[in-house]
T-cell receptor, first 112, second 108 residues
Framework: DGGITQSPKYLFRKEGQNVTLSCEQN?????MYWYRQDPGQGLRLIYY???????QKGDIAEGYSVSREKKESFPLTVTSAQKNPTAFYLC???????????FGNGTRLTVT | KNEVEQSPQNLTAQEGEFITINCSYS?????LHWLQQHPGGGIVSLFM???GKKKHGRLIATINIQEKHSSLHITASHPRDSAVYIC??????????FGQGTRLTINP
């Protein structure tokens, strides 16, 4: 079955460490997105990519980095520069901008 | 003020009741998404619409472009409908703005 896989589901890190969240899709979608979800707030866009080897910053890109070396994969690195990294991170994809989004099950990151 | 506002924030109802969740937006949009987030965190896309009405099973989504308003209705609600429902407005070609979500609890 086609879908988006995020791993791991839970991730714990010490402050000051970089951590990479995985997102893989087998839907043959061109566009992929990373969102952050905090309690009581709507999802906020971190980065998005419309095509391999290209990506753009979203609304809250500071302290994050991404790569898009393959169509299927869009990993997100949370760097030590991100001041409040503890959150729920969701990856999504779509075939084009004006088509339904497909979401992964999310990664809950806790930094202490 | 957020560009996308949902109401109510929380809704508790009894099994079988007709449910309405509202979404208002303040800018022109090209489409509106309704999403469902279950307790585990995964999100499922329910509808994407730019005009009129869509129906899937017991779920109905409507949108009024002139009034900048959309509603999600659930008929014959069931405890398995308990989830957070999120609307998201597509502004222009790429920018999606999400509402804060409505937490729905259906009691048996």
């Amino acid at each position: 079955d086609g879908g988006i896989t995020q791993s791991p589901k839970y991730l714990f890190r010490k402050e000051g460490q970089n951590v990479t969240l995985s997102c893989e899709q087998n839907l043959n979608h061109d566009a992929m997105y990373w969102y952050r979800q905090d309690p009581g707030q709507g999802l906020r866009l971190i980065y998005y990519s419309q095509i391999v080897n290209d990506f753009q910053k979203g609304d809250i890109a500071e302290g994050y980095s991404v790569s898009r070396e393959k169509k299927e994969s869009f990993p997100l690195t949370v760097t030590s520069a991100q001041k409040n990294p503890t959150a729920f991170y969701l990856c999504a994809s779509s075939s084009q901008y004006n088509s339904p989004l497909h979401f992964g099950n999310g990664t809950r990151l806790t930094v202490t | 003020k957020n560009e996308v506002e949902q109401s109510p924030q929380n809704l508790t109802a009894q099994e079988g009741e007709f449910i309405t969740i509202n979404c208002s937006y303040s800018v022109g949009i090209s489409a509106l998404h309704w999403l469902q987030q279950h307790p585990g965190g995964g999100i499922v896309s329910l509808f994407m619409l730019s005009s009129g009405k869509k129906k899937h099973g017991r779920l109905i989504a409507t949108i009024n472009i002139q009034e900048k308003h959309s509603s999600l209705h659930i008929t014959a609600s069931h405890p398995r409908d308990s989830a957070v429902y999120i609307c998201a407005a597509l502004l222009g070609a790429q920018k999606l703005v999400f509402g804060q979500g409505t937490r729905l609890t259906i009691n048996p």
